[in-house]
């Protein structure tokens, strides 16, 4: 038997690295009576049939699942934004951080297109970087035409399993190609519709980089928030959860009701208005959701 990872699925082949080369391999058939459906991500052990193709037998227990984009073992993402075309939006880059935080995965942020503002805007972002290190968050700050950013990113990737993810427009394409030009990502064809592609969805493939893998996807399905229950929203507001205990009543919203430690916090300035309002239009659409049965 022999270990690797499935870094591509199409149409029930699955492509899995191994130290013994790269296998095409199909599934057991018992997986389909176990419910079982192999992953891109997934850990797996297979036995050859020849030297390019073989049987999985078995899959390794996940350490998280995404439903769309299908991807196992996603351990970290990187939130890329733009300053500017399309415009920087606090409400969408919170919208990816509680996803993320909701799927455990940890979250890197890198704003693109530094070169193309003004000074005024520039310190805006500055303004940011400091808002969202304080409440826990690494941001980097990148001019796509510079080189320094290129060294962090892939020692960044290296052996994880990274989601990028952002809108379309924001260079995520771009970025990939710089860091390895032999991929040759055509710019702006994954992305054409936020995280609705159905090219994005089914097909899935991992990228090799410095000995990690980088998925390259539009969008979560859990933007929507489908998982997420109203009291369970402010714990992945990082700067607001360890407030929590503090509110008078258990199961708080921090919304209409008195002696809530969140809302002083927000009064206080401890906590950005910006993240407060961000929170309560989440909380609102997670309430307003029509219900699952
Ligand atoms: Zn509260």
Redesign the pocket.
Known sequence: MVEGTIIKSLSGFYTVTSDEGIFICKGRGVFRNQKITPLVGDEVLFNKIDDDSGYIIEVKQRENELIRPPIANVSQAVVVMSAIEPAFSHLLLDRFLISLESEKIKPLIVITKMDLIDAQLMDEFYTYQQQYEAIGYYVKLVSLKDEQWIPFLKEYFKEEITVLTGQSGVGKSTMLNRINPDLAIKTGEISSSLGRGKHTTRHVELIEINEGYVADTPGFSSLEFTKIEPEQLSQYFREMKEL?PY?K?RG???DK?PK????KAVEDGEILSSRYKNYLTFLQEIQSRKPRY
């Open positions: 929590i509110c009543f708080c919203l921090h009701e809530c430690a969140v809302k």
